[in-house]
């Protein structure tokens, strides 16, 4: 194995000379900007796509626990549509097969197309654990909420949903955590994000090691970071006398 | 007009039918108790009475108001019938005060400091304006099960229906529960009852239901009821309760 060369930051990404300072200006990139603009696509794939896994999958897990069948049905085949193709297989359907079929999505661009496969995939798991959450709540608290005059809507939202949520903040931090690493298939529709960016600069510039394990380390980084911004939240929501909650 | 009445109301689970052709009512400021053994169908019944059951045959009335009527406004009817359960269900993520004001507020409209004062003098009532911030699992179930019916009052309920409120507590936390429940009898609140306490019974209901396989086998008041029961299974089941 040869030495390490992490010099290899600092070249420009067109004549492969070191630029001082690794930071490249008036047109011209270095590695290391193209490094981080692909964090940044990293970044905004993934946390678009946990926007709209959030809330189709909060919306779709709550119809799946109301007494309407219809709603119950429309929830249940949402999920099976979404957790039963592979991901991969979602996001070329998004990019050749929809727009196809859908003709305004034509001059939809690429990223949005992404958002949207890789947001609506993970709002099926969403879906599975918010419903989880609302089933394992005693029976008790829905009825409290109606007796006390609320209508479904509002017995939902006073008292089923605060509760579930805490109950699974914990597993949809495993789901944002995985949206991030996820995000990689974005490379497939060539969104220029962390794994398109790994492919082509180790190509270009031969040293795999030094790009791999930056890129490595990024989405660690980004991963763990939304680890402790859920774990956060997690302690904020904490309810006094329950158990995990403070005295 | 009785301010509930059930007439043969019926309730299938899928084949399996939980209540057969239950009658019975409940006059403005009568207390009745419902008891019976375990799977007869007490808590079902006191839950059609506000619609948290729906029931497939028969009527319920409310206040002359139909509670299987589809037209009729549930959310409304039940904001006036108060009801306390065997786990209490205060919510577990707001405190006491937040407890006993959110539907004051959500539902009845009322202004977010009257609705407090309101809660707290219901705590006051109950022994336990000194638990006003704590959160439900903070307290014991006997206080739980007391701010739960603090809560009901809160809305200025026309009815209370209790549902074995004393079935989770622990012994020595039955009396505490079972002391408001007197005294809110004794004011005259109309209340339906579903409990094995015979003692509450004998003190201030006015007439006992017993009820076994999903029918109403006794209707009677209460002196007749602990004198002489006609049906012998309401004979045997209180001679299990009664001797211990």
Avoid at chain 1, 22 to 35: K, M, P, Q, V
Avoid at chain 2, 124 to 143: E, N, T, W, Y
Avoid at chain 2, 199 to 221: T, Y
Wanted: glycine share 8%; aromatic share 8%.
């Amino acid at each position: 194995m040869s030495t390490w060369d992490w010099q290899v930051f600092c070249k420009d990404t067109i004549d492969g000379e070191i630029v001082p300072r690794c930071f490249g200006g008036a047109g011209d990139i270095t590695y290391l900007d193209w490094l981080l603009s692909a964090w940044g696509w990293t970044l905004s794939v993934s946390l678009l796509a946990l926007l709209v896994a959030l809330a189709f999958g909060s919306l779709m897990g709550i119809l799946r626990t109301t007494p309407h069948r219809g709603l119950v049905l429309l929830g249940n085949a949402w999920t099976e549509l979404f957790r039963n193709i592979p991901l991969l297989v979602q996001i070329f359907l998004w990019y050749h097969v929809v727009p196809a079929l859908i003709p305004p999505l034509r001059g939809v661009p690429s990223f949005i197309l992404v958002v949207l496969g890789l947001g609506l995939f993970t709002s099926a798991r969403v879906s599975e654990q918010v419903k989880a959450g609302i089933q394992s709540l005693p029976r008790g608290q829905r009825m409290a909420g109606l007796a006390l005059g609320f209508t479904l809507p509002q017995t939902y939202r006073h008292v089923i949903l605060p509760m579930a949520f805490r109950i699974v903040i914990p597993p949809l931090t495993s789901e944002a955590m995985n949206i991030v690493k996820n995000s990689a298939v974005a490379f497939a529709v060539s969104i220029s994000e962390l794994t398109l960016f790994a492919l082509q600069a180790q190509e270009e510039t031969a040293r795999g090691i030094e790009i791999y394990l930056a890129v490595t380390g990024l989405y660690f980084i980004s991963a763990f970071a939304i680890n402790r911004a859920f774990h956060f939240v997690e302690q904020r929501v904490r309810v006094p006398g329950m158990i995990g909650g403070g005295h | 007009m009785p301010m509930i009445e059930m007439k043969n109301v019926s309730k299938w689970y899928g084949a399996f039918q939980v209540l057969t052709e239950c009658s019975t009512q409940v006059e403005k400021g009568e207390v009745i108790v419902v008891c019976g053994p375990s799977g007869s169908g007490k808590s079902t019944l006191i839950k059609c009475v506000n619609g948290l059951e729906p029931f497939q045959q028969g009527e319920v009335r409310v206040n002359g108001i139909s509670v299987g009527d589809p037209k009729t406004d549930l959310p409304k009817l039940r904001a006036h019938v108060g009801m306390v359960f065997q786990h209490f269900e205060l919510f577990p993520h707001m405190s006491i005060t937040e407890n006993l004001a959110i539907a004051q507020v959500k539902v009845l409209g009322r202004g977010k400091d009257e609705a407090r004062e309101r809660g707290l003098k219901l705590l006051d009532r109950v022994g336990l304006r000194s638990q006003a911030d704590k959160f439900p699992g903070q307290l014991s179930g006997g206080q739980q099960q007391r701010v739960a019916i603090a809560r009901a009052l809160s809305m200025d309920p026309i009815c209370m229906l209790f549902d074995e409120p004393t079935s989770a507590l622990d012994p020595e936390m039955i009396n505490e529960v079972l002391d408001v429940m007197v005294e809110l009898a004794q004011e005259g609140m109309t209340m339906m009852v579903v409990t094995h306490e015979m003692g509450f019974a004998r003190k201030v209901a006015h007439r006992v239901v017993f009820m076994d396989q999903g029918r109403i086998v006794e209707d009677d008041k209460k002196e007749a009821f602990f004198g002489s029961p006609r049906s012998e299974r309401a004979q045997q089941f209180l001679s299990k309760i009664l001797h211990h």
